[in-house]
C-alpha cells in the first residue's frame, strides 16, 4: 500500500507538469494561428474564445437581416457573437442593442468585447446605423456591406469619422 502511495507523490507533479507544459505549447500555436486569420498579434492574455469565433465568421458575405455564416449584417453578427462567446441573447436592431443591451462607455475605456456604433449617412448623423466588436489595439470586427464580415481599424478615416458611441453589453 505504501508503494502506491509513493508511486502516486513521485508521478502526479510529473504528469500534472507535463500536461501544463503541452498546453502552453497548444495555446502558443493558438495565439499564433489566431494572430496569422485576425492580422494583429493575439496573445494568451486575450480572449481566445472571442477571437476564435470572429476568426470563423471572416470574409462571410453580408446579407441585410441575415444571422447565419451564409449571409449577415451587423447586428446580426454581433448578434450571433455574443451568443457563442458570452452566452448572451441581444436584441435584433442597432439602435435596440444600443437602448436595450449596453451601458454607454467612452471612446477611451472600449476594451476586448465592447460594442462601437457608427452612422456613416450625412443625414440623421445622430442614428445609429452600424455596429461592431472592438478586439483590441484600435481593431474591430463587424459586417461591412460591401466586403463581409471583416476587421478594420478604428482610426482609418472613415471608421473615425464614422464613429458614434460605443457600449458594454449589460
Known amino acids: 500500500m505504501r508503494y502506491h502511495i509513493l508511486l502516486y507523490i513521485l508521478f502526479i507533479p510529473l504528469i500534472l507538469s507535463s500536461c501544463g507544459t503541452q498546453r502552453l505549447s497548444i495555446s502558443k500555436s493558438k495565439t499564433q494561428e489566431l494572430s496569422r486569420k485576425l492580422g494583429f498579434t493575439v496573445s494568451r492574455k486575450d480572449n481566445i474564445a472571442l477571437m476564435e469565433e470572429v476568426s470563423h465568421w471572416l470574409g462571410t458575405p453580408y446579407r ?7 449571409g449577415v449584417d ?68 463587424h459586417a461591412s456591406t460591401s466586403r463581409g464580415v471583416m476587421i478594420n481599424h478604428l482610426s482609418q478615416e472613415y471608421y473615425r469619422k464614422g464613429w458614434r458611441k460605443s457600449g458594454r453589453i449589460n
Open 64 to 70: 441585410l437581416g441575415g444571422t447565419t455564416r451564409q
Open 74 to 141: 451587423c447586428s446580426g453578427f454581433v448578434n450571433a457573437v455574443y451568443k457563442k462567446v458570452y452566452h448572451k441573447q441581444l436584441q435584433r436592431t442597432v439602435a435596440q442593442i444600443y437602448n436595450t443591451d449596453c451601458k454607454r462607455i467612452g471612446k477611451k475605456r472600449v476594451k476586448q468585447g465592447d460594442v462601437v456604433f457608427f452612422n456613416f449617412k450625412k443625414r440623421h448623423r445622430r442614428q445609429l446605423t452600424h455596429m461592431g466588436i472592438y478586439l483590441k489595439r484600435g481593431y474591430f470586427v
